[in-house]
């Protein structure tokens, strides 16, 4: 599978952003997608991801009560919503996709096959 990651740009402090990562092939429903993040001048993080099958959800600490991950799987499309943005939240971000995830594996990048080019968010104060 192929992911495009959009949705990035600038926004200011206490926006809201939307981003989509679309997915071309086949069956994109059986996959686990994941959203990272690289903050300039630290390594990158996990930030949220969304199962295959019932599409149970997971967050990040730092994104959880901020954020809302979901799918369209008609439009073999990820979202990830986020709000009240800060400019701690500036980042590259970029989606992820794997199959046969265990749950425990969700938020290790190692595990996932498939990755986007990245789409950068900047927040500004």
């Known amino acids: 599978v192929q992911l495009q990651a959009s949705g990035g740009g600038l926004v200011q402090a206490g926006g809201s952003r939307r981003l989509s990562c679309v997915g071309s092939?086949?069956?994109?429903?059986?996959?686990?997608v994941a959203w990272f993040r690289q903050i300039p001048g630290k390594e990158r993080e996990f930030t949220a991801a969304?199962?295959?099958?019932?599409?149970?959800?997971y967050y990040s600490d730092a994104v959880k009560e901020r954020s809302i991950i979901f799918r369209d799987n008609n439009k073999n499309t990820v979202y990830l919503q986020m709000d009240s943005l800060q400019p701690e939240d500036t980042a590259v971000y970029y989606c992820?996709?794997?199959?046969?995830?265990?749950?425990?594996?969700?938020?290790?990048?190692?595990?996932?096959?498939?990755w986007g080019k990245g789409t950068l968010v900047t927040v500004s104060s």
């Open positions: 992820a996709g794997a199959s046969f995830l265990e749950e425990r594996s969700v938020s290790t990048e190692r595990y996932y096959n498939y």
């Open positions: 092939g086949r069956a994109f429903n059986a996959y686990t």
């Open positions: 969304i199962s295959h099958g019932i599409g149970k959800t």
